[in-house]
């Protein structure tokens, strides 16, 4: 435990000088928003994987996919690389950078604005990132604290608190300075955590074979290429995270903010092999929840015999990581969900302060004003998502999956067609953004449908809507 604790401290230390170093080096809100545009390759790539993948993964997707679909949950991993990332940065890495130059944008919201010249766009985007973010947000607190709770006994509200202070005041100091040099780090340590997680979970197991046996004994489907909740589930969790990446303001800001056209090039591979590395860890460790857990032996992950699917895989690793290495894990989630939360936050603060305030309210706004109101912003945005969390809502898939469902919905049509072509007009952009949200909301709340199925039926509407409804339109 002492070990731990010092091994804490001394992380947090880092943290907070590296928070120092990033709010000396922040003299303008573009400083604070993007470290001024110019960010390296292996800062851009680090930081997009971080971001894509947080407490959200690890504590809640990875234990609930992975009980629910065995191996065949690992075909989002490799969608999530091929196309969330490999895809994004190759199609669309340079076409972002090139337009924030071409319309001098730093948001997404400004890019909506002068892409189809309606500052209903901005307004409206504006308010979907501010308000979808937060239950996002809530939810990487949310798997964060039952870490902190499974390793230290520590109540989970005093968890969230002491993230929720320390979270703030790391970001509030440094913005995107700060966040773009601690994702290296965040990175690396993501890398070697899982590789040992890994490790540890097949030796524990008896090897990948016996592993596999374990599984195909409980459930054949388990093993199968589909697992037993069947392909329209296993789908809409595929196309749900690695189609929503293409419309997600927190992960387009990267592009915003990398240095050129050979950074985007060299960024892309890297970010590849991360997201190969990272997510098909998560999602194996998180199908052999079926083979380490059960209710006599854990029975903290269960309530009535049935599993509690976030708290899943804090008691997994609690039962394949030896002791002296425990602190690694909880050092891959944190890092996971610090770098994730500092995207968040950032981006939702400026569509309240950069979009919101200086775009309607007070145009006249100073750089000094906006960067002081962004630091504020940001602080209320963390409170707001440790509220949220504290009364937990839902479980940590569901608030994701409507999170990203209503934002991909939302942005995906205006967004992807408005950087591939010149031919969709105003009416389309509008049209494919506010019905694909009406429509991931009203599949969700009154048809009964799961987040992740609402969700890309909502983002399949917001793409096919927008080059259809522009053929009859005219800007």
């Known amino acids: 435990m002492i070990a731990r604790i010092i091994v804490l401290s001394l992380y947090a230390i880092m943290i907070i000088a590296v928070g120092i170093f990033g709010f000396r080096k922040t003299k303008s809100f573009k400083d604070f928003f993007l470290a001024g545009g110019n960010v390296g390759a292996l800062m851009s790539a680090f930081s997009y994987g971080t971001a894509y993948f947080s407490a959200v993964l690890f504590i809640g997707f990875a234990g609930k996919v992975g009980w629910g679909f065995g191996y065949s949950g690992l075909w989002i991993a490799v969608f999530n690389a091929l196309v969330g990332v490999l895809g994004m940065w190759g199609i669309f890495g340079w076409r972002i950078k090139k337009m924030s130059i071409e319309y001098d944008v730093t948001t997404m919201s400004e890019f909506l604005e002068k892409r189809y010249d309606s500052p209903f766009l901005k307004l409206y985007a504006s308010i979907v990132i501010f308000v979808f973010l937060i239950p ?211 981006v939702s603060s400026s569509s309240l302060v950069k979009d919101f305030y200086a775009g309607f309210i007070n145009k006249n706004v100073s750089d000094e004003q906006l960067t002081l109101l962004m630091r504020f912003a940001s602080g209320l945005f963390v409170f707001l998502s440790v509220i949220i969390a504290y009364f937990k809502p839902q479980t940590i898939v569901t608030i994701l999956g409507i999170s990203w469902g209503a934002i991909g919905a939302s942005f995906l049509g205006p967004f992807v067609w408005g950087l591939l072509s010149k031919k969709v007009t105003k009416w389309g952009a509008i049209s494919s953004s506010v019905i694909g949200l009406i429509v991931t909301l009203g599949l969700y709340y009154f048809a009964d449908h799961s987040s992740p199925s609402a969700g890309t039926i909502g983002m399949m509407v917001s793409l096919a809507l927008n080059p259809i409804v522009s053929v009859f339109t005219h800007d």
């Open 136 to 346: 996002y947000s809530a939810a990487v607190f949310i798997g964060l604290s039952y870490l902190f709770t499974s390793n230290f006994g520590i109540p989970y509200w005093y968890s969230l608190i002491f993230m929720g202070l320390f979270t703030a005041i790391y970001l509030v100091m440094g913005g995107y300075k700060s966040m773009a040099m601690i994702d290296m780090i965040f990175g690396m340590i993501m890398s070697v955590s899982v590789i040992v997680l890994y490790f540890s979970t097949v030796s524990v197991g008896g090897g990948l074979g016996a592993i596999t046996i374990s599984l195909a004994e409980i459930d054949s489907q388990l093993t199968q290429a589909v697992g037993p909740p069947g392909l329209w589930a296993l789908f809409s969790l595929i196309f749900l995270t690695s189609i929503a990446p293409f419309a997600m303001p927190q992960l387009i800001q990267k592009f915003y903010a990398i240095k050129d056209k050979q950074a985007v090039q060299q960024g892309m591979v890297a970010s590849t092999i991360f997201a190969i590395l990272i997510g098909g860890v998560a999602y194996f460790t998180g199908a052999t929840t079926r083979i380490f857990l059960n209710p006599t032996s854990t029975p903290a992950a269960f309530s009535d015999g049935k599993p509690i699917f976030d708290a899943l895989m804090p008691e997994l690793l609690t039962k394949v990581i030896p002791e002296s290495l425990s602190i690694l894990m909880l050092l891959l989630v944190m890092s996971a969900s610090m770098s994730t939360l500092a995207a968040l936050v950032l």
